[in-house]
Protein backbone atom coordinates (compact mmCIF):
# COMPACT_ATOMS: atom_id res chain seq x y z
CA UNK A 1 0.00 0.00 0.00
CA UNK A 2 2.72 2.66 0.88
CA UNK A 3 4.57 1.49 -2.17
CA UNK A 4 1.47 2.35 -4.56
CA UNK A 5 0.94 5.46 -2.39
CA UNK A 6 4.69 6.47 -3.13
CA UNK A 7 4.39 6.03 -6.76
CA UNK A 8 0.33 8.33 -6.77
CA UNK A 9 2.22 11.23 -5.18
CA UNK A 10 5.24 11.12 -7.15
CA UNK A 11 3.21 10.84 -10.44
CA UNK A 12 0.86 13.61 -9.29
CA UNK A 13 3.71 15.85 -8.37
CA UNK A 14 5.19 14.99 -11.64
CA UNK A 15 1.87 16.38 -13.25
CA UNK A 16 1.65 19.58 -10.66
CA UNK A 17 5.42 20.73 -11.99
CA UNK A 18 4.68 19.51 -15.92
CA UNK A 19 1.11 21.91 -16.06
CA UNK A 20 2.36 24.94 -13.84
CA UNK A 21 4.60 26.21 -17.03
CA UNK A 22 4.58 29.63 -17.13
CA UNK A 23 3.00 32.80 -16.00
CA UNK A 24 -0.38 31.74 -17.96
CA UNK A 25 -0.93 28.39 -15.16
CA UNK A 26 -0.22 30.56 -11.92
CA UNK A 27 -3.82 30.71 -11.14
CA UNK A 28 -4.50 27.50 -10.62
CA UNK A 29 -0.96 26.71 -8.59
CA UNK A 30 0.35 29.68 -7.47
CA UNK A 31 2.90 28.59 -4.64
CA UNK A 32 4.47 26.49 -7.63
CA UNK A 33 8.43 28.09 -7.36
CA UNK A 34 8.00 27.63 -11.27
CA UNK A 35 5.59 29.79 -11.54
CA UNK A 36 7.67 33.64 -11.16
CA UNK A 37 7.81 34.24 -14.52
CA UNK A 38 11.12 34.77 -16.22
CA UNK A 39 12.09 37.80 -18.57
CA UNK A 40 15.23 36.77 -20.84
CA UNK A 41 16.58 38.84 -23.63
CA UNK A 42 18.48 37.92 -26.33
CA UNK A 43 20.53 39.19 -28.88
CA UNK A 44 23.06 38.25 -31.99
CA UNK A 45 25.97 40.54 -32.99
CA UNK A 46 28.08 40.69 -36.10
CA UNK A 47 31.69 42.15 -37.07
CA UNK A 48 35.04 42.33 -38.22
CA UNK A 49 37.37 40.55 -35.78
CA UNK A 50 40.97 39.77 -36.08
CA UNK A 51 41.41 41.44 -39.92
CA UNK A 52 39.58 38.68 -41.37
CA UNK A 53 36.75 37.23 -39.75
CA UNK A 54 33.17 37.97 -39.30
CA UNK A 55 32.59 37.63 -35.45
CA UNK A 56 29.56 36.04 -34.48
CA UNK A 57 28.39 36.69 -30.86
CA UNK A 58 24.89 35.21 -29.18
CA UNK A 59 23.94 36.93 -25.71
CA UNK A 60 21.06 35.67 -23.43
CA UNK A 61 20.38 38.79 -20.35
CA UNK A 62 18.11 37.49 -17.57
CA UNK A 63 15.41 40.42 -15.82
CA UNK A 64 18.25 42.13 -14.27
CA UNK A 65 20.39 42.42 -17.72
CA UNK A 66 23.00 40.40 -16.89
CA UNK A 67 24.30 37.95 -18.91
CA UNK A 68 23.77 34.49 -18.30
CA UNK A 69 24.36 33.11 -21.53
CA UNK A 70 26.70 33.60 -24.37
CA UNK A 71 28.39 32.00 -28.12
CA UNK A 72 31.51 32.92 -29.73
CA UNK A 73 31.88 31.91 -33.22
CA UNK A 74 33.72 33.18 -36.54
CA UNK A 75 33.11 33.06 -39.98
CA UNK A 76 36.04 32.71 -42.71
CA UNK A 77 36.38 35.53 -44.88
CA UNK A 78 38.06 35.52 -48.57
CA UNK A 79 41.57 35.89 -46.62
CA UNK A 80 40.82 32.30 -46.43
CA UNK A 81 38.00 31.17 -48.48
CA UNK A 82 39.29 32.42 -51.50
CA UNK A 83 42.08 30.30 -51.99
CA UNK A 84 41.32 27.37 -54.51
CA UNK A 85 42.85 24.26 -55.02
CA UNK A 86 45.23 24.53 -57.90
CA UNK A 87 47.12 20.85 -59.11
CA UNK A 88 49.12 22.17 -61.72
CA UNK A 89 50.55 25.85 -60.61
CA UNK A 90 51.56 25.94 -64.34
CA UNK A 91 48.16 25.56 -65.89
CA UNK A 92 45.73 27.23 -63.90
CA UNK A 93 41.78 27.61 -64.11
CA UNK A 94 40.02 30.15 -65.75
CA UNK A 95 39.42 33.07 -62.98
CA UNK A 96 42.28 31.52 -60.80
CA UNK A 97 45.35 34.51 -60.00
CA UNK A 98 48.32 33.72 -57.66
CA UNK A 99 49.26 36.24 -55.25
CA UNK A 100 53.05 35.87 -53.98
CA UNK A 101 53.27 36.91 -50.11
CA UNK A 102 56.16 36.79 -47.62
CA UNK A 103 54.33 35.43 -44.48
CA UNK A 104 56.33 34.72 -41.06
CA UNK A 105 59.80 35.35 -42.80
CA UNK A 106 58.52 32.69 -45.90
CA UNK A 107 57.67 33.30 -49.80
CA UNK A 108 54.17 31.80 -49.91
CA UNK A 109 52.29 31.33 -53.18
CA UNK A 110 48.18 31.36 -53.00
CA UNK A 111 45.72 30.91 -55.75
CA UNK A 112 42.76 33.36 -55.41
CA UNK A 113 38.89 33.42 -57.09
CA UNK A 114 39.46 36.24 -59.09
CA UNK A 115 35.55 36.33 -58.62
CA UNK A 116 33.66 35.61 -55.19
CA UNK A 117 29.30 36.37 -55.22
CA UNK A 118 28.20 37.29 -52.06
CA UNK A 119 24.28 37.45 -51.87
CA UNK A 120 23.55 40.12 -55.28
CA UNK A 121 27.09 41.47 -54.59
CA UNK A 122 30.25 40.23 -56.95
CA UNK A 123 33.31 40.98 -55.66
CA UNK A 124 36.25 41.32 -57.64
CA UNK A 125 40.07 40.69 -56.45
CA UNK A 126 42.44 43.19 -56.83
CA UNK A 127 45.85 42.24 -56.63
CA UNK A 128 48.76 44.98 -55.50
CA UNK A 129 52.56 44.79 -55.57
CA UNK A 130 55.39 43.24 -56.44
CA UNK A 131 56.40 39.50 -55.65
CA UNK A 132 56.93 38.56 -53.22
CA UNK A 133 55.17 40.77 -50.92
CA UNK A 134 51.94 41.54 -53.09
CA UNK A 135 48.73 42.19 -51.25
CA UNK A 136 44.97 41.73 -52.17
CA UNK A 137 41.27 42.92 -51.71
CA UNK A 138 37.92 41.42 -52.93
CA UNK A 139 36.24 44.58 -53.93
CA UNK A 140 32.92 46.01 -56.00
CA UNK A 141 32.21 48.92 -57.73
CA UNK A 142 31.09 50.67 -54.79
CA UNK A 143 32.85 48.53 -51.87
CA UNK A 144 36.81 49.25 -51.38
CA UNK A 145 37.60 46.36 -49.43
CA UNK A 146 34.81 43.12 -47.80
CA UNK A 147 37.24 43.13 -44.44
CA UNK A 148 36.52 46.63 -44.28
CA UNK A 149 32.95 46.56 -45.16
CA UNK A 150 32.11 43.43 -43.15
CA UNK A 151 32.79 46.22 -40.04
CA UNK A 152 29.48 47.78 -39.99
CA UNK A 153 26.81 45.11 -38.41
CA UNK A 154 24.50 44.69 -41.08
CA UNK A 155 27.26 43.91 -43.87
CA UNK A 156 28.42 41.27 -41.34
CA UNK A 157 24.86 39.85 -40.99
CA UNK A 158 24.65 39.69 -44.97
CA UNK A 159 27.50 38.11 -45.59
CA UNK A 160 26.45 35.49 -43.00
CA UNK A 161 22.87 34.74 -44.14
CA UNK A 162 24.25 34.76 -47.60
CA UNK A 163 26.50 31.91 -46.85
CA UNK A 164 23.61 30.11 -45.14
CA UNK A 165 21.45 30.56 -48.30
CA UNK A 166 24.40 29.30 -49.97
CA UNK A 167 24.86 32.45 -52.21
CA UNK A 168 28.92 32.61 -51.17
CA UNK A 169 30.65 31.01 -54.25
CA UNK A 170 33.79 30.99 -56.72
CA UNK A 171 32.01 32.52 -59.52
CA UNK A 172 33.23 33.63 -62.91
CA UNK A 173 32.79 37.61 -64.38
CA UNK A 174 29.05 37.23 -64.40
CA UNK A 175 28.53 35.60 -61.72
CA UNK A 176 27.82 32.33 -62.39
CA UNK A 177 28.78 29.59 -60.32
CA UNK A 178 32.43 27.61 -60.63
CA UNK A 179 33.09 24.35 -58.98
CA UNK A 180 36.52 24.71 -57.44
CA UNK A 181 37.83 23.16 -54.84
CA UNK A 182 38.59 25.55 -51.10
CA UNK A 183 42.50 25.42 -50.60
CA UNK A 184 42.59 25.62 -47.24
CA UNK A 185 41.85 22.70 -44.85
CA UNK A 186 40.13 24.60 -42.18
CA UNK A 187 37.60 25.94 -44.91
CA UNK A 188 37.67 22.98 -47.12
CA UNK A 189 35.37 21.46 -43.94
CA UNK A 190 33.25 24.30 -42.90
CA UNK A 191 32.17 27.78 -42.78
CA UNK A 192 33.12 28.64 -39.04
CA UNK A 193 35.84 28.06 -36.96
CA UNK A 194 33.88 26.03 -33.94
CA UNK A 195 32.72 23.90 -37.01
CA UNK A 196 36.32 23.35 -38.90
CA UNK A 197 39.07 22.59 -36.03
CA UNK A 198 40.74 25.75 -36.30
CA UNK A 199 43.71 26.42 -33.95
CA UNK A 200 43.81 23.16 -32.08
CA UNK A 201 47.38 22.32 -32.57
CA UNK A 202 47.76 19.92 -29.19
CA UNK A 203 51.18 22.09 -28.91
CA UNK A 204 49.32 25.31 -28.07
CA UNK A 205 46.97 23.98 -25.03
CA UNK A 206 44.15 27.43 -25.13
CA UNK A 207 43.96 28.02 -28.62
CA UNK A 208 40.45 29.21 -30.05
CA UNK A 209 38.30 27.04 -28.62
CA UNK A 210 39.57 27.96 -25.01
CA UNK A 211 40.19 31.52 -25.49
CA UNK A 212 36.53 31.71 -26.70
CA UNK A 213 35.46 29.97 -23.44
CA UNK A 214 37.45 32.10 -21.35
CA UNK A 215 35.83 35.52 -22.87
CA UNK A 216 32.73 34.33 -22.45
CA UNK A 217 33.77 33.13 -18.74
CA UNK A 218 34.28 37.00 -18.38
CA UNK A 219 31.38 37.98 -19.41
CA UNK A 220 28.28 36.07 -17.85
CA UNK A 221 27.43 37.59 -14.84
CA UNK A 222 28.06 41.27 -15.67
CA UNK A 223 26.35 44.06 -17.57
CA UNK A 224 28.86 44.46 -19.78
CA UNK A 225 29.05 48.06 -18.71
CA UNK A 226 32.98 48.02 -18.76
CA UNK A 227 34.63 50.56 -20.05
CA UNK A 228 37.13 50.15 -23.18
CA UNK A 229 39.67 51.81 -21.73
CA UNK A 230 39.21 49.55 -18.98
CA UNK A 231 40.00 46.37 -20.52
CA UNK A 232 43.94 45.73 -20.99
CA UNK A 233 45.55 42.66 -21.70
CA UNK A 234 49.00 42.51 -18.90
CA UNK A 235 52.37 42.52 -20.18
CA UNK A 236 53.71 40.13 -18.06
CA UNK A 237 50.96 37.15 -17.94
CA UNK A 238 49.44 37.99 -21.51
CA UNK A 239 45.87 37.66 -19.94
CA UNK A 240 43.15 40.36 -20.37
CA UNK A 241 41.72 42.17 -17.60
CA UNK A 242 37.96 43.26 -18.15
CA UNK A 243 38.32 45.82 -15.05
CA UNK A 244 38.65 43.82 -12.12
CA UNK A 245 38.26 40.28 -13.88
CA UNK A 246 41.16 38.53 -14.55
CA UNK A 247 40.25 36.66 -18.10
CA UNK A 248 41.90 33.33 -18.92
CA UNK A 249 42.11 34.44 -22.50
CA UNK A 250 45.45 35.27 -24.44
CA UNK A 251 44.25 36.52 -27.66
CA UNK A 252 45.48 39.46 -29.49
CA UNK A 253 42.40 40.94 -30.78
CA UNK A 254 40.13 40.60 -27.53
CA UNK A 255 38.69 44.32 -28.22
CA UNK A 256 37.20 43.26 -31.72
CA UNK A 257 35.56 40.45 -29.73
CA UNK A 258 34.13 42.53 -27.09
CA UNK A 259 32.92 44.94 -28.79
CA UNK A 260 30.43 42.50 -31.20
CA UNK A 261 29.35 40.91 -28.05
CA UNK A 262 28.85 44.32 -26.99
CA UNK A 263 26.54 44.47 -29.90
CA UNK A 264 24.93 41.16 -29.16
CA UNK A 265 24.41 42.54 -25.78
CA UNK A 266 22.60 45.61 -26.79
CA UNK A 267 20.01 43.72 -29.12
CA UNK A 268 19.52 41.66 -26.40
CA UNK A 269 18.50 44.62 -24.30
CA UNK A 270 16.74 46.14 -26.77
CA UNK A 271 14.59 42.61 -27.37
CA UNK A 272 13.19 43.44 -24.21
CA UNK A 273 11.92 46.53 -24.38
Known amino acids: MKKWFALFF ?3 FAFVLVGCNGAEECEVCEECPVCEEQNFGFGVGYGLVHGHYV ?6 IDADLNVVAVRFDEYYLPYL ?3 VAVDDPEDLPDFVVPVVRTVRGNVVTNYFAEYIQVGSLLFELEVTGEAPTQ ?3 YKTDTIADIDAWVEDEANAKYYVDAIYAGEVFFADDEGNPLDYAFANINVSRGWTKSATGYWTNPAIWLGWGG ?3 AMAQAIIGTDMSTPLGDI ?3 VDTNLWHVGDIVTGATLVDFIDYWQVALRAYNNAVASME
Not at 55 to 60: A, K, L, N
Open 135 to 137: NFV
Open 211 to 213: NMY
Open 232 to 234: EQN
Open 81 to 83: SGQ
Open 55 to 60: GYVEIT
Open 10 to 12: IAF
